[in-house]
Structure formats: C-alpha cells, structure tokens
C-alpha cells in the first residue's frame, strides 16, 4: 500500500529566504506525486504534481519541487518564500498501475515572518 | 464554475443522531473521494469510489457508509454519530487511472456533542 512521510510538523522561514517542505514517499512502482495548499478555513489547492519525465517540476505562485527516486523523495521548494506563502502544505502519492486511491501526508505548517 | 459542491458547511449533531453529507461534481469525473481531517493526523480516506457503482472502504470507513448515485454525486453517511467523529470532511474528484490531480470541495466541519 502506498504511504507518504512528511517529517516536518511545522517549517519556519523569513521572507525572502528559500524553502524546503520535505516529504518522502511509499508505493508499488512508480508514482503520481502531487502537492496541496490549506489555507486556514478553506479546501485544498492543487500546486503541482510529478507525473513523468524531468526530475523538477514547476507549480503555482512560484513553488517547484524536485522529485528523486533513488531517495523516494519528492521535495516543495521555493527560491523566496513570501508572508502569503503560510499556510498547511500537504504532499500524495498515487500508484499507476490500475485504480489506485490518492493517500495524502500528514501535512507541514509553513509559517513565513515578515 | 462550480467544481466540487459539499453541503452543509457546518453542522452539529448530537451523539446517536444521523446525518448525510452531501457531495456533487460537475467535471465528469469517474473517481470520488471522502476525506476527514483531524489535527495532526492530515487527510484520512474515509471511502472511495473508482467509478460510478463502485466504492471501497479507505483508512477509516468504520461508522460510516457511502452511496454513489450517480457519476456526479458521493454521499457519505453517519448512522450513528460519535463525538469521535468530530472533525473537518473534505469530498474531492478526478479522472481514474491517470495522472490528473483530484479537486476539493470546500469541506464540512461537523461537531458531534
């Protein structure tokens, strides 16, 4: 069965600096990857995902993340993190063989100070 | 431009009651989702549907039962609630067997007293 790790509870950063949301990943084969935004009352918002082909994948409002197979990681990454960047980030994985259901993280709080 | 429609929003129920929360796409989507979300444990799969007249239970299906009545719509049920079952309920959809990203609906939060 597939799983994802998010090992940070919480990410704290000062605007204008880079960020890294960390997450790693379980699953029979390769995977779907995708990564979500919260924010505070609200559903949540596709950033981006990994489907195949080159190892960096570009999202929404500046976010990339960089997808390693050897390491099963599939980190969110940003060059300047910005005060409206706060918010619950969550990371999922999805089988490609056949039907697979969609199983999320935990979820990171990234919180970025002025 | 509507997407994923949940309703209510918000509800209390008192322990025992039932309820049935509703979840309507308009995207043509074969697969549908029930999430809950609860502090510290992230989006828990309640149950699942792979495709209209199918569905399958998730990480947590015990208290509850689903109900695909057609492809656009997934309702999930609370027969008896529990103050357990507290938390904030998030539908979402997409297309089976590809790589597309699922889409939310805006969440019930439900309180069991």
């Known amino acids: 069965a597939q799983s994802v790790a998010q090992p940070e509870d919480q990410v704290n950063v000062a605007e204008g600096n880079p960020l890294t949301v960390k997450c790693t990943y379980s699953?029979?084969?390769?995977?779907?990857l995708f990564w979500y935004v919260q924010y505070p009352n609200r559903g949540l918002q596709f950033l981006l995902k990994y489907i195949t082909g080159d190892n960096l994948v570009k999202g929404s409002y500046g976010f990339e993340a960089e997808f390693n197979k050897s390491q099963t990681s599939f980190h969110l990454k940003k060059p300047s993190a910005l005060v409206s960047d706060s918010a619950l980030y969550f990371c999922a994985v999805r089988g490609t063989t056949g039907f697979q259901k969609l199983v999320f993280g935990t979820g990171t709080r990234l919180l970025v100070s002025p | 431009n509507a997407g994923v429609t949940q309703t209510p929003k918000f509800q209390v129920l008192k322990t025992g009651q039932s309820m049935t929360l509703q979840c309507a796409q308009d995207?043509?989507?074969?697969?549908m989702y029930w999430y809950r979300q609860d502090p510290g444990m992230g989006l828990r799969l309640i149950y699942y549907?792979?495709?209209?007249?199918?569905?399958d239970k998730g990480e947590v299906p015990n208290g509850y039962n689903v109900s695909r009545l057609n492809k656009r719509e997934f309702s999930l049920r609370l027969e008896s609630a529990a103050p357990s079952q507290t938390s904030v309920y998030f539908c979402a959809s997409g297309r089976t067997g590809e790589g597309t990203e699922a889409f939310f609906g805006q969440g019930t939060r439900l309180t069991v007293v």
């Open positions: 699953v029979s084969g390769n995977p779907y």
């Open positions: 549907s792979a495709s209209e007249g199918t569905t």
């Open positions: 995207m043509n989507h074969n697969s």
